[in-house]
């Protein structure tokens, strides 16, 4: 099985995280008609397992060099654009990130 992208932004987001991802996946199942048995469920389940985050590639210097000012300004720059990075589907090419970081900056 393939991991699902549009679930993997929750496995990987601080607040969510995989503990917390998978108490709700194993409360789902537990409240589903599927059985012990059923292997999407356990799929779901453990994919916290069989998923590893990617790092956020973005750097403050993607920023600076945009003209973002160091300090608060900075800082949610680099957290918008992380937010978008996640929601994208964690691209990693290069024209990708530079359409997050232009629009992160451009705001």
Sequence with gaps: MTTPQHLCKYVYHPHHGTRVFTDH???VGARSDASANDTEWHALASLP?????PVFPLKAADF???GVEKGPAL???LAAAEKAWVEAGFPGNADAL??????????
């Design 75 to 77: 800082g949610a720059a």
């Design 98 to 107: 530079g359409k997050i970081a232009d629009g992160v900056t451009q705001k």
């Design 64 to 66: 600076i060099k945009r």
């Design 25 to 27: 996946a194993l409360l």
């Design 49 to 53: 397992q069989r998923f590893t985050a």
